[in-house]
C-alpha cells in the first residue's frame, strides 16, 4: 500500500496537472479567438478593397461612355455645315463607335464584377446575349 505522503504528493501532481491543463487550454482559445478576429478583419478589409475597385471600374466606364457621348456630339455638331447624306454616314459611324465604346465599357465593368463575385445571375445573362459576345469581340 502506498503511503500517507505518496498519496499526498500523487494528489498535488495530480492537482499542478490539472492547473497546467486548464491554463494551457485557455490559452489555446484565447489565441483561436484573436485568430478568428484577425481572418475576420483580414476578410472585411479585403470586401473593402474590392468593392472600392469595382466601384472605380464602373465610375471609369461611365466617364468612358460619357466622353464618347460628348465627342460624339462635338464631332456631329461639326459635320453641321455638310450636306444631309454627309451628316447621316457621319452619324451612323459616329453612332455606331459610340455604341462599340460603350459596350467595351460595360463588358469590363462586367468582367470586374464577375472576377471578384459582385455580378449576379442576370448580369451572366446579359453578357452572353451581348452584341461583342455574339460578334467573338
Do not use: W
Not at 484565447?30 to 484577425?38: I, N, Q, T, V
Not at 451628316?87 to 463588358?107: F, L, N, P, R, Y
Request: proline residues 1%.
Amino acid at each position: 500500500m502506498a503511503s500517507r505522503e505518496q498519496s499526498y504528493k500523487a494528489g498535488e501532481t495530480k492537482g499542478r496537472v490539472e492547473e497546467k491543463t486548464n491554463q494551457t487550454m485557455g490559452s489555446l482559445g484565447e489565441k483561436a479567438r484573436e485568430g478568428k478576429d484577425k481572418t475576420c478583419e483580414t476578410a472585411e478589409a479585403a470586401k473593402e478593397k474590392t468593392s472600392s475597385a469595382a466601384q472605380s471600374t464602373k465610375e471609369k466606364a461611365s466617364q468612358a461612355a460619357e466622353a464618347a457621348k460628348k465627342k460624339t456630339c462635338e464631332t456631329t455638331q461639326a459635320t453641321g455645315g455638310k450636306s444631309e447624306a454627309g451628316k447621316e454616314t457621319t452619324g451612323g459611324i459616329i453612332q455606331k463607335t459610340g455604341e462599340q465604346v460603350k459596350s467595351m465599357a460595360q463588358s469590363a465593368l462586367d468582367a470586374v464584377k464577375h472576377t471578384t463575385g459582385f455580378a449576379k445571375e442576370d448580369d451572366n445573362v446579359k453578357k452572353t446575349n451581348s452584341p461583342l459576345h455574339k460578334e467573338g469581340n
